[in-house]
Structure formats: structure tokens, C-alpha cells
């Protein structure tokens, strides 16, 4: 699903994590932009969303995947 960010910064492309599961629990999607990360629950897309800087999700992926 693609949606506009709140800034109307540019339209955003929705990718849903690989350690989202089939089964319909939790699921995370992200979506890059110019100068920020987005985060939001994939089964409440209309809900709320997470923004940070680019580092900070940097730092994030970092530590999971470390």
C-alpha cells in the first residue's frame, strides 16, 4: 500500500518486514523517506505511525540484525 507522509513530503512505499509472519500477527512495515523512517502496524495501516531519522533507524537495524 503507498500513502502520502504527513509533510506530503512524496508518496511512500510500504515494505513489510521478513520477520512478519503469514499468520497475521505481528507485523511491521517501513517506508523510507527524504529525511525520515516511517514505522507502522501493517494490520492497522490507518493507525497511528512511527517517525525517526534515518541514523536512528540505521542504529535500530543495527542492533537487531548485530
Not at 5 to 28: D, F, M, N
Not at 52 to 60: I, Y
Request: charge should be negative; charged fraction near 15%.
Amino acid at each position: 500500500m503507498n500513502t502520502t507522509c504527513a509533510s506530503g513530503e512524496r508518496e511512500l512505499h510500504w515494505i513489510k518486514s521478513s520477520y512478519s509472519g503469514a499468520e497475521g500477527g505481528q507485523c511491521v512495515e517501513f517506508a523510507a523517506a527524504t529525511t525520515h523512517v516511517h514505522i507502522r502496524d501493517s494490520k492497522q495501516a490507518d493507525g497511528p505511525m512511527l517517525t525517526v531519522h534515518p541514523s536512528a533507524w540505521a542504529g535500530f537495524i543495527g542492533l537487531v540484525t548485530g
